[in-house]
C-alpha cells in the first residue's frame, strides 16, 4: 500500500518562518495553510480563551486591511477562507485562483505584521466568542460533554484541562494589555508553519513570501516541550440534562499524536467503533440488542495524553448500567481484530487519507499536520505504509493499555 508521492520544497526565511511548497502546475487553485503553533495548552489556566480568541481577531483588520476586508476580499476572488483552533495550534487557511496568491499572502503578512488589537476589537470579539459558546455549547443537547470528558481525565489545572473555547469569566477579565501580550509571545514568524500548495512554482511562491514576509521582525517563542500525564484515577459520573436520550461514554489516557501507537489506537477505535460492520455494533446492536448505536472518537494531543472515547446509546428500555457492562466485557475481551476487520481498517484509512489529497486544501492541510506533528510535512508521503504496517497485535496492546478508565452517563432530566 503505497502513497501518491507529493513534492514537498522546504524553504526557511531570515526572520524564523517555514515555508513548505507543493507545486501542481495542473491545479486551477492554489491553497494557503498558514499554521500557528499555539493552542489552548499554552493558556495560563486561570486565563482560558485567549488563542481562541485570536482566532477571530485575526480577521478584525491590520495597518493596511479594514475589519472584515481579509475575508471579503478573498471571497469576492471565487475564494475560500476560514481558521480553527485547536489545544496545540491556530490555523488559518484559504484557496484562491492561482493569480490571487500574491494578494492572499500580503493580507497574511500585513496581518502577522500589524494586527490591529484595539479595545474595540476585543470588546466586539469576546461578544462574538460569547454567542459562540452559547450556541455550540450551553443551549444545544450534549454541549457540555467535551467538557465533562475531558475534566475526568485532565484536573483543571492541567494545560489540557480546559478546551479551547476557554472560559468567558476569563476573557470579560482580560485586558487589552493581557491580550497583547499573548499575542506578541506566540504570533511570531518563527512559531509558523506555512504551506502553499497548487498551481504556483517553487521559485514563485518562494519569492513571493520572501517579499511579503520577510522584513517582519521575530521574537523567539517560550520554549516547550512535552507536559506531564494526569494520574490516571478511574471515575464514575451520571449527568442529567435537556436530551433527547440517554448516552454512556468509556473514555481513557491514550498515546501523545506523534507515538507510533496512536496510530494503532486510531485503527483500534475505527474497527470497535466506526460504521455498522464494526466490532461493538455487531455485538452490541445486532447480537446483544443493548445499544442503538455506537461510536468512538481520539481526541488528539500533541504534548501530552491524548483522549480515547467510546459511545453508545442504549435500546429502548435498556439500563444504561447494562450497557456499560456489555461495553466493557467487549474491551476486555477484545484481543485485536482479526484478518478481515484490519484489511477493513485499512481500506478505510486509505479512502480517507486520498480523499483528503483530493484537494489542494486538503493536501496543505496534512502536510502542515504532519509539519507540526511529526516535525517534517514529509511525514504524509508515508503515512500509507505506516498504518499498513500496523499489525493486530499493535492495535490489541494499543486498545488494551487503557488505564483510569472513565464512565459516564448523560441522562435525560426525566430519566429515574
Known sequence: MGDPHQVIDRHRLDNGLELAVMPDPRSPAVAINLSFVVGSVDEDPHATGFAHLFEHLMFQGSAQVAPGEHMATIESLGGSINAYTSSDRTVYHETVPPGALELALWLEADRM????????????????????????????????????????????????????????????????????AFHERWYRPSNAKLVICGGVTTRAAVDLVERHFGDIEDVAVPERGALPDPEPRPTRRVVRGQVPHPLVFTSWLGPRADEPSHLALDLGLGILGDGQASRLHRRLVK???????????????????????????????????????????????????????????RARAERDWL??????????????????????????????????????????????????????????????
Open 113 to 180: 505584521r500589524s494586527l490591529d488589537i484595539s479595545r474595540t476589537n476585543l470588546d466586539a470579539q469576546r461578544d462574538v466568542v460569547a454567542q459562540e459558546k452559547a450556541q455550540r455549547y450551553d443551549n444545544r443537547p450534549y454541549g457540555d460533554l467535551l467538557e465533562l470528558l475531558v475534566a475526568q481525565h485532565f484536573p483543571a489545572s492541567h494545560p489540557y484541562g480546559h478546551l479551547p473555547i476557554g472560559s468567558m469569566a476569563h476573557l470579560a477579565e482580560a485586558d487589552l494589555a493581557d491580550v497583547t
Open 287 to 345: 447480537e446483544r440488542a443493548v445499544a442503538q448505536e455506537t461510536h468512538t472518537f481520539l481526541l488528539s494531543n500533541l504534548r501530552g495524553a491524548s483522549l480515547a472515547v467510546i459511545q453508545a446509546r442504549p435500546a429502548e428500555g435498556k439500563d444504561p448500567d447494562e450497557v456499560t457492562a456489555a461495553l466493557e466485557e467487549e474491551l476486555v475481551s477484545f484481543n485485536g481484530p482479526d484478518a478481515q476487520e484490519l484489511d477493513r481498517a
Open 355 to 416: 480523499e483528503e489529497l483530493a484537494t489542494v486544501a486538503g493536501r496543505a492541510a496534512v502536510a502542515a499536520d504532519a509539519w507540526l506533528t511529526h516535525g517534517d510535512p514529509e511525514r504524509m508521503n508515508s503515512h500509507l505504509d505506516e498504518v499498513s504496517a500496523i499489525r493486530e497485535q499493535d492495535i490489541a496492546e494499543a486498545v488494551a493499555a487503557r488505564t483510569g478508565a472513565g464512565l459516564l452517563h448523560y441522562l435525560p432530566e426525566e430519566s429515574k
